[in-house]
């Protein structure tokens, strides 16, 4: 699976400015990404300049067109689908600790009742403002010499004081209010977003701001199951959902699950199942259904 922000860091396709962890980049995607399976290890704001894209997550699905802005929460989407070969959009990648550094730096008002139930994607409402603030971005890549460490950080503090001073952002000020108040990352909340995501557990533990040993441990304390053999059934629970439920093909419904290739889906489903994948699929009336939860 493609590490988006690792994937541009890199990509001769894009206008990067960095400073630490923070990035801004102007994105052309290619050809062969159109469609993929994505994740990303920081919060992104994404804002098309060009073309039309869907973006496909367990909960809904989005499409994007040019003008419209998103934020995404760290962890991955399902399908990235690029709708026009000269797809462009313009990215901003924002670590926690800036978040947070912002709302305390400015003594940020951040709502105290509600709570986070957003999706991993929220669509921001477009406003004059924001759509400037984008505009405004562009320049910088327009300069023969990169723009200096203090303005690049004033570039993204001016976004996330827009977004946090806009009542009409309500959800995505529940989700700054959620981290704020939290040191760490949920494992719980982390583990159940992104179980079908075909990432290694070093992965997962990044996605976590843990150590691989500390979130083995912590994992198990939650869970009492260690996190590969707590992947292996949310994911199998889900294949047979999905098996159930949709008219998926096996391949859709492996890559789907987070299963990295098929036969490894099929051995596995029948050991915990006691029939492969197509087997039950054909024969559901005999078969006990099992809810997926």
């Not at 000269?86 to 003594?107: H, R, S």
């Not at 910088?140 to 806009?166: C, D, G, M, R, Y």
């Amino acid at each position: 699976m493609i590490n988006m922000q690792e994937f541009i860091e890199k990509s001769p396709f894009a206008k990067k400015i960095s400073v630490d962890d923070l990035l801004f980049a102007e994105f052309k995607c290619p050809r062969e990404v159109e469609k993929s399976n994505v994740w990303w290890h920081n919060n992104f704001f994404a804002h098309v300049l060009i073309g039309e894209t869907v973006l496909k997550t367990p909960r809904g699905e989005y499409v994007l067109k040019s003008g419209d802005s998103a934020f995404a929460k760290k962890g991955s989407i399902i399908t990235y689908n690029n709708l026009h070969e000269d797809f462009c959009q313009l990215l901003v990648f924002v670590p926690d600790n800036f978040i947070k550094t912002v709302a305390q730096k400015y003594q940020v008002s951040l709502p105290e009742s509600g709570s986070d139930h957003a999706d991993t994607v929220i669509p921001l409402p477009s406003d004059d403002v924001l759509v400037t603030y984008f505009q405004s971005l562009l320049t910088h890549f327009l300069q023969t010499t990169p723009p200096s460490s203090s303005l690049l950080k004033l570039k993204f503090e001016e976004l996330l004081l827009n977004i946090l001073s806009n009542n009409s952002q309500k959800q995505l000020n529940f989700y700054f209010s959620e981290l704020c108040r939290t040191a760490k990352p949920s494992i719980r909340e982390v583990m159940e977003l992104n179980f079908f995501s075909n990432l290694s557990l070093d992965e997962f533990a990044r996605l976590c701001t843990r150590s691989l040993s500390a979130f083995k441990r912590e994992f198990t304390q939650i869970y009492n199951a260690t996190p590969g053999k707590w992947l292996l059934e949310k994911r199998l629970e889900y294949s047979y959902y999905l098996l159930e439920t949709t008219d998926q093909s096996l391949d859709d419904i492996c890559m789907d699950s987070g299963f990295e290739n098929r036969t490894h889906f099929i051995r596995v489903f029948k050991n915990k199942y006691g029939v492969p994948p197509g087997k039950l699929r054909m024969d559901k009336p005999s078969l006990q259904k099992e809810k997926y939860i």
